[in-house]
Protein backbone atom coordinates (compact mmCIF):
# COMPACT_ATOMS: atom_id res chain seq x y z
CA UNK A 1 0.00 0.00 0.00
CA UNK A 2 0.99 3.69 -0.73
CA UNK A 3 1.50 6.00 1.84
CA UNK A 4 -1.20 8.62 2.08
CA UNK A 5 1.05 11.60 1.71
CA UNK A 6 2.53 9.96 -1.82
CA UNK A 7 0.24 11.11 -4.64
CA UNK A 8 -0.23 8.61 -7.51
CA UNK A 9 1.77 10.69 -9.86
CA UNK A 10 4.91 10.68 -7.72
CA UNK A 11 4.88 6.82 -7.24
CA UNK A 12 5.72 6.67 -11.16
CA UNK A 13 8.72 8.06 -11.53
CA UNK A 14 10.04 6.79 -8.37
CA UNK A 15 9.26 3.23 -9.39
CA UNK A 16 11.08 3.73 -12.80
CA UNK A 17 14.10 4.86 -10.93
CA UNK A 18 13.96 1.95 -8.44
CA UNK A 19 13.53 -0.07 -12.31
CA UNK A 20 16.69 1.61 -13.83
CA UNK A 21 18.60 1.01 -10.95
CA UNK A 22 18.34 -2.43 -10.19
CA UNK A 23 19.01 -2.57 -14.08
CA UNK A 24 21.93 -0.87 -14.02
CA UNK A 25 23.72 -3.02 -11.44
CA UNK A 26 25.79 -5.07 -14.66
CA UNK A 27 27.92 -1.70 -15.50
CA UNK A 28 30.94 -2.14 -17.60
CA UNK A 29 34.11 -1.96 -15.44
CA UNK A 30 37.26 -0.57 -16.76
CA UNK A 31 38.52 -3.34 -18.29
CA UNK A 32 35.82 -3.88 -20.61
CA UNK A 33 33.79 -6.50 -18.61
CA UNK A 34 30.53 -6.46 -16.93
CA UNK A 35 30.16 -7.15 -13.36
CA UNK A 36 28.23 -10.04 -14.33
CA UNK A 37 30.71 -12.08 -16.00
CA UNK A 38 32.87 -11.09 -13.03
CA UNK A 39 34.40 -7.96 -13.38
CA UNK A 40 35.47 -5.75 -10.92
CA UNK A 41 32.82 -3.64 -11.23
CA UNK A 42 34.21 -0.21 -11.23
CA UNK A 43 32.18 1.66 -13.79
CA UNK A 44 33.93 2.88 -16.23
CA UNK A 45 33.77 6.87 -16.53
CA UNK A 46 32.84 7.23 -20.94
CA UNK A 47 30.66 4.64 -20.25
CA UNK A 48 28.33 5.79 -17.87
CA UNK A 49 28.86 9.73 -19.00
CA UNK A 50 27.43 8.31 -22.43
CA UNK A 51 25.02 5.51 -21.44
CA UNK A 52 21.40 6.73 -21.30
CA UNK A 53 18.35 4.80 -19.93
CA UNK A 54 14.35 6.10 -20.92
CA UNK A 55 11.92 4.81 -18.71
CA UNK A 56 8.32 4.53 -19.97
CA UNK A 57 5.16 4.03 -17.87
CA UNK A 58 1.10 4.58 -19.56
CA UNK A 59 -0.88 5.88 -16.86
CA UNK A 60 -0.54 3.73 -13.56
CA UNK A 61 -1.46 -0.10 -14.85
CA UNK A 62 0.54 0.54 -18.11
CA UNK A 63 2.90 -1.75 -18.48
CA UNK A 64 6.92 -0.64 -17.59
CA UNK A 65 9.16 -0.10 -20.95
CA UNK A 66 13.18 0.39 -20.85
CA UNK A 67 15.50 1.70 -23.19
CA UNK A 68 18.77 1.43 -22.60
CA UNK A 69 21.75 3.16 -25.05
CA UNK A 70 25.16 1.80 -24.53
CA UNK A 71 28.12 4.19 -25.28
CA UNK A 72 28.88 2.60 -28.19
CA UNK A 73 24.94 3.11 -29.66
CA UNK A 74 23.92 -0.80 -28.77
CA UNK A 75 20.72 -0.53 -27.43
CA UNK A 76 17.99 -3.00 -26.15
CA UNK A 77 14.54 -2.47 -25.47
CA UNK A 78 12.10 -4.48 -23.47
CA UNK A 79 8.40 -3.90 -24.31
CA UNK A 80 8.75 -0.66 -25.99
CA UNK A 81 6.02 -0.95 -28.94
CA UNK A 82 4.35 -2.24 -25.77
CA UNK A 83 4.10 -5.66 -27.18
CA UNK A 84 6.15 -7.59 -24.70
CA UNK A 85 8.96 -8.35 -27.07
CA UNK A 86 12.32 -7.37 -26.32
CA UNK A 87 14.34 -5.80 -29.85
CA UNK A 88 17.85 -5.11 -30.04
CA UNK A 89 19.82 -2.92 -32.40
CA UNK A 90 22.53 -0.34 -33.01
CA UNK A 91 22.38 4.01 -33.55
CA UNK A 92 24.89 4.51 -36.54
CA UNK A 93 27.81 6.79 -36.13
CA UNK A 94 26.01 10.08 -36.38
CA UNK A 95 23.04 9.24 -34.27
CA UNK A 96 25.90 8.31 -31.44
CA UNK A 97 27.79 11.28 -32.00
CA UNK A 98 24.46 13.38 -31.88
CA UNK A 99 23.95 11.34 -28.78
CA UNK A 100 26.60 12.18 -27.02
CA UNK A 101 26.79 15.58 -27.63
CA UNK A 102 23.28 16.26 -26.25
CA UNK A 103 24.38 13.71 -23.28
CA UNK A 104 27.90 16.52 -22.69
CA UNK A 105 25.66 19.84 -23.04
CA UNK A 106 25.86 21.77 -19.86
CA UNK A 107 22.33 22.96 -19.55
CA UNK A 108 21.20 19.20 -19.14
CA UNK A 109 22.27 19.72 -15.42
CA UNK A 110 19.26 22.00 -15.30
CA UNK A 111 16.89 19.77 -16.62
CA UNK A 112 17.14 16.83 -13.94
CA UNK A 113 14.35 16.88 -11.79
CA UNK A 114 15.67 17.84 -8.80
CA UNK A 115 17.25 21.47 -10.36
CA UNK A 116 13.51 21.69 -11.61
CA UNK A 117 11.74 20.05 -8.75
CA UNK A 118 9.89 18.66 -11.12
CA UNK A 119 6.45 16.47 -9.63
CA UNK A 120 4.72 14.55 -12.04
CA UNK A 121 0.67 16.39 -12.39
CA UNK A 122 -1.29 14.24 -15.13
CA UNK A 123 -3.00 10.76 -14.60
CA UNK A 124 -2.92 8.44 -16.91
CA UNK A 125 -0.17 10.15 -19.15
CA UNK A 126 2.81 8.55 -20.65
CA UNK A 127 5.62 9.28 -18.10
CA UNK A 128 9.05 9.13 -19.89
CA UNK A 129 11.97 9.40 -17.70
CA UNK A 130 15.66 9.75 -18.96
CA UNK A 131 18.30 7.96 -16.38
CA UNK A 132 22.01 10.17 -17.73
CA UNK A 133 25.03 10.12 -15.35
CA UNK A 134 23.44 14.01 -14.75
CA UNK A 135 20.44 12.50 -13.33
CA UNK A 136 17.04 11.84 -13.56
CA UNK A 137 14.72 14.15 -16.38
CA UNK A 138 11.14 13.00 -16.24
CA UNK A 139 8.59 14.48 -18.67
CA UNK A 140 4.88 13.70 -19.07
CA UNK A 141 2.92 13.48 -22.64
CA UNK A 142 0.38 15.79 -21.37
CA UNK A 143 -1.57 19.16 -22.09
CA UNK A 144 0.39 21.96 -21.14
CA UNK A 145 3.82 20.46 -19.96
CA UNK A 146 6.63 21.18 -22.02
CA UNK A 147 9.56 19.43 -22.39
CA UNK A 148 13.05 20.44 -21.16
CA UNK A 149 14.97 21.48 -24.43
CA UNK A 150 18.32 19.07 -24.28
CA UNK A 151 16.32 15.92 -22.80
CA UNK A 152 13.40 16.62 -25.30
CA UNK A 153 15.93 16.29 -27.83
CA UNK A 154 17.65 13.01 -26.40
CA UNK A 155 13.69 11.84 -25.81
CA UNK A 156 13.42 12.76 -29.70
CA UNK A 157 16.76 11.10 -31.14
CA UNK A 158 15.84 7.53 -28.92
CA UNK A 159 12.11 7.70 -29.89
CA UNK A 160 13.36 7.79 -33.55
CA UNK A 161 16.38 5.17 -34.32
CA UNK A 162 14.16 2.25 -31.77
CA UNK A 163 10.71 0.96 -31.31
CA UNK A 164 9.84 3.37 -28.12
CA UNK A 165 7.68 6.02 -28.65
CA UNK A 166 7.49 9.52 -27.51
CA UNK A 167 4.00 9.80 -26.80
CA UNK A 168 0.62 8.01 -26.49
Not at 104 to 123: F, K, V
Not at 139 to 153: I, K, N
Request: glycine fraction near 10%; hydrophobic fraction near 35%; proline fraction near 7%.
Amino acid sequence: MVPPQWSRASVVPALAVLTVALAGCAMVDRDGGSTAEGGRGTPSPVATANRVSLVQKLGDDGPLRTLTIEADGRWECDDCAGDGVTSTGSLDAEQVQRLHGLLADPRLAQETDQARRYRASCIDALTSSLVTSTGLITSQDCPGEERPAVAGEILLLLTQATPAEPTR
